[in-house]
């Protein structure tokens, strides 16, 4: 069985920082496209970055570049996000996600939120 769990969310305020793990089990991490997403309420899910299979490619939405970093630790089966000067606006529930066999596979997300 796949399992992916993301942690590491909170309360914080704004201009704060955040980091994220998704431990991943069932799978070779290193081997998967991987990604985060997340979804304000009342919104439908935003992409927030990806880290490719094999070199570890990396991607962002324009929205976070710059200020989030996706990482992952191949001994801990392990991806991350770190998450620096947080903005109101990237409130949501974090989600990490990849495709098996074609089909999305996502964890039970972690709760961010960022306000004063």
């Known amino acids: 069985e796949v399992l992916l769990v993301e942690s590491g969310g909170g309360l914080v305020q704004p201009g704060g920082s955040l980091r994220l793990s998704c431990v991943v089990s069932g799978i070779v991490l290193a081997t998967y496209d991987m990604n985060w997403f997340r979804q304000a309420p009342g919104k439908g899910p935003e992409w927030v970055s990806a880290?490719?299979?094999?070199?570890?490619?990396?991607y962002y939405a324009d929205s976070v570049k710059g200020r989030f970093t996706i990482s992952r630790d191949h001994a801990k089966n392990t991806m991350y996000l770190q998450m620096n000067s947080l903005k109101p606006e990237d409130s949501g529930v974090y989600y990490c996600?990849?495709?098996?066999?074609?089909?999305?596979?996502r964890g039970q997300g972690t709760q961010v939120t960022v306000s004063s």
């Open positions: 880290i490719k299979s094999g070199g570890g490619s990396t």
């Open positions: 996600s990849t495709l098996l066999s074609g089909t999305p596979t």
